[in-house]
Nanobody, 124 residues
Framework: QVQLVESGGGLVQAGGSLRLSCAASGLTLRSYAMGWFRQAPGKERDFVAAISLSGGSTYYADSVKGRFTISRENAKNSVYLQMNSLKPEDTAVYYC?????????????????WGQGTQVTVSS
């Protein structure tokens, strides 16, 4: 059974940092592109960042470019999202997802497995 479990969310002041982790089990992580998405209250779930199988390519939403960094450790079956210079508009539930095949990395429909999400709240 495939499981993706996010952790590291919490409450932080604007300008602060958080590091999200996603621990995968039941799959071989190096065979999957990985992504982070987020859903703010009353809004649709949006793409945040993604990383290729080897980690050699990364992709970011314009809203987080330069502030967030996605990385992966295939040997640990883990993916991370380092979030710096957080803003109140970054407040959302953050989801980790795994895609066996994707060309765009940004399309949610390409992702096969999803975690339950972790709440990130940024206060002003």
């Amino acid at each position: 059974q495939v499981q993706l479990v996010e952790s590291g969310g919490g409450l932080v002041q604007a300008g602060g940092s958080l590091r999200l982790s996603c621990a995968a089990s039941g799959l071989t992580l190096r065979s999957y592109a990985m992504g982070w998405f987020r859903q703010a209250p009353g809004k649709e779930r949006d793409f945040v960042a993604a990383i290729s199988l080897s980690g050699g390519s990364t992709y970011y939403a314009d809203s987080v470019k330069g502030r967030f960094t996605i990385s992966r450790e295939n040997a640990k079956n883990s993916v991370y999202l380092q979030m710096n210079s957080l803003k109140p508009e970054d407040t959302a539930v953050y989801y980790c997802a795994a895609a066996y095949t994707t060309r765009t990395y940004r399309n949610q429909k390409d992702y096969d497995y999803w975690g339950q999400g972790t709440q990130v709240t940024v206060s002003s």
